[in-house]
């Protein structure tokens, strides 16, 4: 029998507890043995949950405990999981988190410990929630130089963009909805500032090229400036709005970006809605591969974190090698890389269009229904910087957004 301890009796932690109690007799036949949570942690209480007979409110009693061999951390943020996963590793424990804070941040030198140790540290439930993402890009996509991955990671913003896109309704009106429906967080920030995609994505690009990509140094812009009007134009344009998080090789340039994107209903990912998430992987001899699932909620998470307990378990003194160094992968600034630009410019085509043209070079002029003293047109590809430089130049220029075919 192995022994296992769950960080954490919140969403996610309750949810690993109740996974079990649902498939326990499949999850040990996977795992080809006997798998015994015999603690949670966590500070409050659950009077009348039977979580209280194994409950603990001193982290020391799991990891001094030699009978515990897996540790489930689902506490989310850095501290104290970093320094509860750090000890636990050295103590010979293998580990499996759904913490993307934590992955992010340390994910280089935790898989280090782990390796040392012979023990493993499995975080497939940071990205995606239940979709196997992590899994395969360790250990299926080995045969493929990755291209690019282009990912809708965040649930509560593509349950926004969706509900914006289909009812017609403005931004705050919908992530107040998403709130009182407990999807959105009180403080969303995390979510619509794109933060929470971009960990994912700087997770997803440094095992995709082996170096540790700096979440920080990914340019990062949300989706609270995304209006219904800009839907307008979308739908006019058969085209619809993305939170995209995204990692591409060119040549032997790494760019990374998080970034609302226009998409056509040809994109693989056009159809990813409400609270799904959606991956698009390309590899340089595979081609494409997209996975596709419930990113976020209790038991998709919880389901990711057990197959990684079960993997844990099949695996108790072999490390699973992941080709994730903690040297740095210098990412090249996206200023320098191009795409098309939806731009929405004040005044009338007539007045304007000459302007626009002098400064962006050809463009595709997209008049939305009952939008009024304002046109928006497209650009061809250009770079980023050459954006900014003609933007500058063209007075009443409201908005702009990228887009990707
Ligand atoms: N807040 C995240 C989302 C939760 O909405 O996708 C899952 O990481």
Redesign the pocket.
């Known amino acids: 029998m192995i022994n296992v301890a769950v960080l954490g009796y919140g969403t996610v932690g309750s949810g690993i507890v109740e996974v079990f109690n649902t498939n326990q007799e499949s999850i040990n036949k996977k795992a080809g043995n006997d798998i015994h949570v015999k603690y949670v942690l966590d500070l409050r209480e659950f009077p009348g949950d039977p979580v209280m007979d194994i409950l603990v409110h001193d982290y020391n009693i799991i990891l001094n405990d030699p009978e515990v061999e897996v540790i489930a951390e689902v506490l989310g943020g850095v501290e104290p999981a970093y320094t509860f996963v750090k000890s636990a590793l050295e103590k010979g424990k293998s580990v499996c988190t759904?913490n993307?804070e934590l992955v992010a941040k340390h994910g280089p030198e935790l898989l280090e410990i782990a390796r040392k140790h012979n023990r493993n540290f499995l975080f497939e439930a940071?990205v995606g929630?239940g979709i196997p993402i992590i899994r395969p890009l360790n250990q299926s996509l080995t045969a493929d130089e990755i291209t690019h991955i282009t990912g809708i990671?965040?649930?509560?913003?593509?349950?926004i963009l969706t509900k914006m896109s289909k009812e017609g309704l403005d931004f705050d009106t919908v992530l107040k909805e998403a709130q009182d429906l407990g999807?959105?967080?009180r403080n969303p920030s995390?979510?619509v500032d794109g933060f929470?995609a971009c960990r994912?994505i700087a997770i997803l690009a440094s095992l995709a090229y082996g170096y540790n990509v700096d979440f920080e140094e990914i340019y990062t812009e949300g989706i609270t400036k995304i209006t219904d009007v800009d839907f307008k134009y979308a739908n006019k344009m058969g085209r619809s709005i993305k939170l995209f998080g995204n990692a591409n090789k060119v040549e032997d340039k790494f760019y990374a970006y998080v970034a609302p994107v226009m998409i056509d209903s040809e994109h693989p990912l056009f159809s990813v809605n409400g609270?799904f998430?959606g991956i698009l992987v390309n590899g340089n001899v595979l081609g494409d591969v997209m996975f596709y699932g419930s990113?976020?909620g209790k038991l998709p998470?919880a389901s990711a974190v057990v197959s990684d307990i079960v993997d844990a378990v099949k695996h108790l003194n072999t490390n699973i090698m992941s080709f994730w160094s903690s040297k740095k992968l210098e990412l090249t600034d996206i200023r320098l890389s191009a795409k098309k630009f939806f731009v929405r410019v004040s005044g009338s085509v007539e007045d304007k269009l000459q302007a626009v043209e002098a400064a962006f070079g050809k463009v595709e002029v997209v008049l939305a229904e009952g939008v009024e003293n304002e046109f928006g047109f497209v650009t061809e590809v250009i770079t980023e910087e050459k954006y900014e430089e003609a933007s500058k130049k063209v007075e009443g220029v409201i908005t702009r957004i990228r887009m990707e075919d």
């Open positions: 759904s993307k940071s929630g990671l965040n649930g509560t913003t593509n349950y999807y959105a967080e995390a979510d929470d994912k609270v998430n990113g976020a998470t």
